[in-house]
């Protein structure tokens, strides 16, 4: 019987300690353990502009945090969620390794191009900015910047069999993105080198 006492005041114990951790993560920007109830101001900003500015069909890049929000605009969101794509792993790899500052910057504009991204949000802190070094911001939400990649349309739908066979390799191939990345080390030590006339095309 004390076993059974200690035992319940123990559950008890860790029942109170959890619930208040969760309380307090629910209630913060980025929670520690559990996924945030609410919004930065700087992604609901971007995300009233984008519906008042964007089109249904429109595709947005955004970081991978944000980017599950932004299909909610509504428009198409890369890389948002499985759910919402047959090749999400494949776009989720691509979408860490841009933000990253990962791709070089020949195989960041075959993606921007490929998939038809008509805007791109990019963190002011993220390796990406050298991607978009040399355009015009298109807006700006405190920590986040905007730039639209001219009249970019979403890219037609490969085919159902295109996406459940092939490997992510060959899946950008295909598409047209060449494989061209940077390791970690000259990502390191070109940090700050911007590709010039990136999205000119």
């Keep these: 019987m004390l076993a059974l006492l200690v035992w319940a005041l123990v559950s008890l114990g860790a029942y109170a ?17 559990v996924p945030p109830t609410v919004a930065a101001n700087d992604e609901v900003a971007a995300m009233s502009w984008m519906r008042e500015h964007a089109r249904p069909d429109d595709l947005i890049l955004a970081p991978p945090a944000n980017a599950p929000w932004f299909a909610a605009v509504p428009m198409h969101s890369f890389a948002s969620h499985h759910l919402f794509s047959l090749t999400y792993q494949q776009q989720r790899q691509l979408a860490d390794a841009f933000y990253s500052g990962l791709l070089g910057c020949s195989a960041a504009q075959q993606l921007l191009e490929a998939y038809g991204i008509r805007f791109v949000l990019v963190p002011r802190d993220s390796p990406a900015v050298r991607y978009t070094a040399d355009l015009a911001a298109r807006a700006v939400f405190g920590s986040f910047v905007l730039y639209e990649l001219g009249d970019h349309g979403m890219a037609p739908y ?20 060449a494989t061209e990345t940077v390791d970690a080390d000259a990502a390191a030590a070109n940090d700050g080198a911007s590709c010039s006339r990136f999205g000119a095309g």
């Design 158 to 177: 490969p085919g159902l069999e295109l996406a459940r066979t092939t490997a992510p390799p060959q899946a950008l191939r295909d598409l047209g993105i």
């Design 17 to 33: 300690v959890e619930y208040r951790e969760v309380w307090r993560d629910s209630r913060a920007v980025q929670g520690a353990r």
